[in-house]
Each structure stands twice: as structure tokens, then as C-alpha cells.
């Protein structure tokens, strides 16, 4: 590839894709809350976003299904929660 200056056309995409990526990922850490995980029974845990800003109120509360690296929220909103089983018995 052609050189300007030196640097190669590869080195600049390089280096602006790393930015672009980095950039990306910092505004991603920052605006979507981080949330804590309590077990609740079998592959059930209760999950509470805990945002950067202060914010009044209670936090609420999501059912999730266990699993390590994908979470999704079945239900929102949980006030209580119990148990049952895995047989609901």
C-alpha cells in the first residue's frame, strides 16, 4: 500500500477501527446499568439494575432464568419472590 508520511494505510485503519471499537465500548459501559444477581432457587436468580446517576425510589427488581453470559428478563417489577421447586410441589 501506498505510504504517507511513513505509515502505512493499514496502520491508520488499525488504529481508527481500535478507536472506533474502544470508543463504542466506553459509552456502552456507561449508559447500560449494571445489574447484581441474588440466587433465588434452582437456575433462578432476582436481578437489580444499579444505574451511575442517583435516582429516587425503590430499584426494580427481574426474574431471570439462570445461565452465565446471556440473562434475559422474564418478568419486571418483582416486589416478592419464593421458591417452589422444580416441580412447583
Known amino acids: 500500500m501506498k505510504r504517507w508520511l511513513g505509515i502505512s494505510l493499514w496502520a491508520v485503519a488499525g488504529l481508527t477501527g481500535f478507536a472506533i471499537i474502544t470508543f463504542a465500548v466506553f459509552v456502552w ?32 427488581k427481574y426474574l431471570v432464568p439462570g445461565g452465565v453470559f446471556l440473562r434475559k428478563a422474564v418478568a419486571e417489577d418483582i416486589t416478592d419472590f419464593q421458591y417452589l421447586g422444580p416441580r412447583c410441589q
Do not use: D, M
Open 29 to 60: 459501559l456507561l449508559l447500560v446499568p449494571s445489574r447484581t444477581y441474588q440466587k433465588i432457587g434452582g437456575r433462578w436468580s432476582s436481578a437489580a439494575e444499579t444505574s451511575l446517576t442517583a435516582k429516587s425510589g425503590r430499584k426494580p
